[in-house]
């Protein structure tokens, strides 16, 4: 079992989003950067939600800006042996309380999988005091651990949900 800790977020000037993962898996980790397992569709889908091909950190920084995606995990620290979310034991979630104090235009909560929005609901939902008027989504998880859809269908799911909202 190893210890594991998040990320900062990432935090566009006009946040319309939040987007969550659940924690960074030992390949991001290890890169330092957010969905950086080269098979994971989470970048992909972004670029093309900006028809980009975002290869540099610095562009993925670009489209969150672009999107008012703000990118953050439910968590901060955990303890987990590899990269799955089935693993996570010891959860540590992150401040959400705070972050929608601060950034009062995010009115939407994106998770990206369903262990994100599990995770959220037990770890936060039950423990912090949130804004009522938040709407919840879940996408399917762009994980490449998560093969039941195609990465297409992946893309045209996260499109369609979160096109009229970014």
Known sequence: MS?????????????????????PSVVSIEEAFYYAH???AFWPIVGSMVDQKL?????????????GIYLWDV????ERQ???DSAIQAPLANDFAAIFQEYPSIKTVA?????????????VLKHQNLPDDL???TLPSTSPA???????????????????LL
């Not at 290869?55 to 920084?61: D, L, P, Q, T, W």
């Not at 998560?146 to 009229?164: G, M, P, V």
């Open 3 to 23: 210890h594991c800790s998040g990320f900062p977020p990432i935090i566009p000037i006009n946040p319309k989003i939040i987007i969550l993962g659940t924690m």
């Open 38 to 40: 080269p098979r994971n």
């Open 55 to 67: 290869e540099s950190i610095e562009s993925k920084k670009q489209a969150c800006e672009t999107l």
């Open 75 to 78: 968590l901060q620290a955990c």
């Open 82 to 84: 590899g990269s799955l």
């Open 111 to 123: 998770f990206n999988g369903q262990a994100a929005q599990k995770l959220f609901k037990k770890e």
């Open 135 to 137: 709407t919840y989504i």
């Open 146 to 164: 998560y093969a039941a859809i195609t990465l297409e269908d992946k893309r045209l799911f996260w499109q369609e949900k979160l096109s009229n």
